[in-house]
């Protein structure tokens, strides 16, 4: 669907988000940062402020009135998280404080226990810190063996490397659905085939990917998925973990404590039914509740169109951004209509420094990020100190990038100047 015909996507969404109006160093704020972090709309920002001044209790602890509508709607956004990712049940979906936390309950609880000495773990050059080292720690402790896989010529995984490297020794890959630095799309569905032959387990890290494109697990065919909350319109400090049914349930418990119990004593302890077996402690109960209310704003648009409009403002920014000649954008191009990549690019400019060019663009009011983006290992492949990134969300505008470009240019003009 298009919408630039007449109003945009992102022109009916913007007055959701109060945020998006303010001013920065005096200038109009414009959010190019949503790879890490969203903007959280008034719905969102509305519930959690609703549970804690209207039926703030704990959940599942209590028979009184509070306690109950707090469990309930507790409860009821973690059917809204596996109806939006089409989990084959809601046993499936375990609260996590972030997807970091999520990967390390499958790395501690299912990798601990089922891997050992000489036992692969395939990942890629290109995976979020988070997605490497709980594994480092797992093959310290186990003797399984880390392997990567590299980048084709167009910078995308390696789908071809990934066959030479699977074998019967192979019991885990871990893979990100979409590169934070890179952009690309990778074939997940793929990969879990591919993975399945030979008998191993599957994991994939969605939090690139859950809020910009409709995600199916039972598409995919993953044994695990994570996300993030922050990056879906959600609070930060809360998570999921997909996890196939039978595995969680084969699964012990990663921390111990409250809630997760069934009976507790002196010398031994039995454990709650899925989902409850992971979730100890009092959890995020206000931000879970958030979380579902930011499934219920982005369902109401539809992730069809959140990824249209995405992909128009893609092609959009690739084509001002590829007028600047200093200008080198990593990973693949888009086609003409913005598909084949997520909406962000992480870009060098010659001999600027990132960290520069974020700097400066800041005083305008452009917010980007600069560094290595939790993506230490991908940029020393790529010989590369850091990168600037700019990334889109569905309430972005043309007139932001326009906005974002005529800033680009003045700093690397400035920098010239500077330089000769």
Sequence with gaps: MTFTATKTLADKVRADFPILHQEVNGKPLVYLDNAATSQKPLLVLNALRNYYEQYNANVHRGAHTLSAKATDAYEAARDKIAQFINAASRQEIIYTR???????????????????????????????????????????????????VGLTPEETFDLEQFKQLISEKTKLVSIVHVSNTLGCINPVKEIADITHRYGAKFLVDACQSVPHMKVDVQDIGCDWLVASGHKMCAPTGIGFLYGKLELLEAMPPFFGGGEMIAEVYLDHSTYAELPHKFEAGTPAIGEAIALGAAIDYLSSIGMDKIHA??????????????????????????????????????????????????????????????????????????????????????????AEIDVFIKALKETLDFFAGIFG
């Design 98 to 148: 972030n997807a970091s936390e999520a990967i390390n309950l499958v790395a501690y609880s299912w990798g601990m226990n089922n891997l050992q000495q000489g036992d692969e773990i395939i990942l890629s050059v290109m995976e979020h810190h988070s997605n490497i080292v709980p594994w480092q720690f797992v093959a310290q402790k186990t003797g399984a063996i880390l392997k990567f």
């Design 309 to 398: 409009y995405e992909a128009e403002l893609t092609a959009y920014l690739f084509q001002q951004l590829e007028k600047i000649p200093q200008i080198r954008i990593y990973g693949p191009k888009p086609n003409a209509y913005g598909e084949g990549r997520a909406a962000l690019a992480a870009f060098t400019a010659g001999d600027v420094h990132a960290n520069d060019l974020s700097t400066l663009l800041d005083q305008e009011g452009v917010a980007i990020r600069s560094g290595h983006h939790c993506t230490q290992p991908l940029h020393r492949y790529l010989d590369l100190p850091a990168t600037a990134r700019v990334s889109l969300s569905f309430y972005n505008t043309r």
